[in-house]
Structures are given as C-alpha cells and as structure tokens.
C-alpha cells in the first residue's frame, strides 16, 4: 500500500471519528454553548429536497424532514436574514446570522421548501436558471446522473466510444476522460447534442416516480414561489453551464438572458447571480456587473483580491452525509471536518 493511500485512509478514519465524537457531543448536550455563543455570518447552500434516498443520484440533495431540522435549529440558535439584509450586514450582534440559497431550480423547491419558508417564516434566495426558457425540463448535469443509473453500458457519441465506470461514470475508451468532465469543459451545444442521442433511450417522463430529483420549476411556480415576501429570485445561469470555461461573450450572453427570463415571469429586478458549480474569473465578475448583477455568489474566493471585492460572497454547501449536529457545527465554524 502507498504512501498517498495511507495518508487518505488516516484521514478518514479521523474525519469518521471526528463526527462521531462531534455526535456524542450533542447527544450529552455538550454543544450548546458553542451554538449560543458563536457569532458571526453564513450563507449556506441547498439544492434539491426529496422524501428519501437523498444521495441516490447525486451529492447535493436533502431530505425534506432534514432541512427541516435545520429550520428548526436555525430558529432556535439564529438570527436568519435575507439576501438583501446579508449584503446590507443588517446582522444580529446576539446570535449567529445565517442567510439560506437554494441552487439550480428544482421544482422540489417549491414542492418542499416553499412551505416550510412560510412555516417558519425564514428567508431564503432561489438561484434559478433559463433552461425552461430553453425548452428543456431538466438540467443536464441531472440527465448525465440518470443515465449513469439507467442508461446502456456503452454508446458512440463525436466518433468516441463511452462505456460505463461504475464508479464514476461514463468514460471515453480513447482518452479516459469521464464524459461529465469533458460537457462541463464546453458550452451548451455538447451537452445538447448528448440529449438528443440519449433521451430515447432515457426518457425523463417515464421517471415521474422520481421527478423529485430532476424536475425543474415552471414559470408558474417560479411566480407563485416570487410571490411570497420572503422568497428572493435569482439567476444560476441559462444552461447551467460552467460560465468560466466558455467565451466571456457567451457567458455574458447566458447571464443576460436568464436575468430576462426572470425578470419577465416575476416582474421584479433580478440582482443576484450565484455561478454554477462556484466557478468564476475576474473577467467574469466584471461581466457579470456589466449584465446587471450587483450580488454575486460563489463557493469559496479563488483569488486573493476577493476579500475585498463588494459584489462577492462565500457560501458553505450542506454535506447530506452527516448528522444535524455535525452540519450546524461546521456550518458555525465555516468548514468540515
């Protein structure tokens, strides 16, 4: 066995123990200081919400009654402000501030969050993307994980052959490349291409059972979700394509017209841009204030001058793979394990 092998399996095993001594914790009680105690501010980062099986297709989703417990904790041990008043730094000096976002649209945001935000009368922002606009009910990236549970072994795609990896995913069998990596490497015209020869065979209507998982929102429900005062819109991109691996004219395209797209169903200025997959350049975060966008959003800053870029704001992306008690404490510290 390696060197780099036994390096990760130490620190798994100590990340493993780390939760669960981080779980015993809570379960004595012994964390409620901290949660009381801590100050400061967060933006965290949702995406999908489901009944059950959360981690089935992807990494990203939730259990409706998990983020629920979050509201519930939140409420207890926060202060939850918007969008707007996180920009403004209308802060709590007595609790910690946490600020809710939801990523890419799903149509279980309205199904599932949209409740509960009115139950527990938290705030939360909607990044959401043009793809409807574009006549598609599904983001790419959600066609790509179905097809890796439910599509054929292999199938020819630009003169490559692609053979399923289990593990990872489709590969070429001429260079390796995992198809995921190279779609996001290009613009929408890859990613529509691999649709059209894959949705016969993967037909996304015939998954009604688990639309949860890759339904994006109507218009309509876009409106109704607008409606409330404490929902905030706004833009996750056109395509949900990776902004800074295309051209910065493209890229500036997608951010004007899913900001249009917005504006038009719910008839309101759309401010907020959070870039897909937390990806941006410094051209780009110029481009994205020519479009119109004076709250920009990503995951962690990729270079030094953006601690003080006024536009800019980290988040913290939920992990499903841990308890309540682990997720509020890393969300309070500002990072995992």
């Not at 409620?32 to 949702?46: D, E, N, Q």
């Not at 403004?88 to 949209?114: E, H, V, W």
């Amino acid at each position: 066995m390696g060197k780099n092998m036994l390096i990760k399996i130490y620190h798994k095993v100590r990340r493993r123990s780390g939760y669960a001594f981080g779980d015993l914790k809570g379960s004595l009680s012994l964390n409620k200081s901290l949660f009381r105690h801590t100050r400061g501010a967060r933006i965290v980062v949702y995406h999908g919400l489901c009944e059950a099986s959360p981690t089935r297709f992807n990494s990203l989703f939730l259990r409706a009654k998990t983020f629920e417990r979050h509201l519930q904790f939140y409420r207890k041990y926060c202060h939850i402000v918007s969008l707007e008043e996180y920009y403004a730094g209308k802060f709590s000096k007595d609790r910690f501030n946490i600020c809710i976002t939801f990523d890419d649209g799903f149509a279980n945001n309205y199904k599932y969050a949209l409740p509960l935000m009115n139950k527990y009368e938290a705030p939360m922002t909607f990044f959401i993307t043009g793809i409807r606009d574009a006549g598609y009910d599904f983001l790419w990236n959600d066609f790509l994980a179905f097809l890796q549970n439910y599509g054929p072994p292999e199938f020819s795609l630009w003169d490559d052959l692609f053979y399923k990896d289990r593990r990872r995913g489709y590969a070429s069998i001429k260079t390796g490349v995992l198809l995921k990596d190279r779609l996001r490497e290009g613009d929408f015209a890859e990613k529509a291409e691999m649709i059209k020869l894959l949705k016969p065979i993967l037909m996304m209507k015939d998954k009604g059972q688990e639309a949860d998982y890759w339904l994006q929102m109507t218009p309509d429900e876009i409106k109704a979700l607008s409606a409330s005062p404490l929902a905030t819109i706004g833009c996750h991109g056109y395509y949900h394509n990776d902004l800074s691996k295309i051209s910065l004219p493209a890229a500036e395209e997608e951010m004007i017209r899913s900001r249009e797209y917005l504006g038009r169903i719910i008839d309101k200025r759309v401010n907020a841009l959070a870039f897909p997959y937390g990806a941006y350049t410094r051209e780009l975060l110029e481009a994205a204030k020519r479009a119109g966008f004076d709250q920009l959003l990503a995951l962690d800053w990729l270079f030094p001058e953006d601690a003080t870029e006024d536009t800019l704001r980290q988040r913290l992306v939920v992990n499903p793979y841990i308890s309540v008690n682990n997720q509020m404490t890393a969300i309070l510290h500002g990072k995992y394990k």
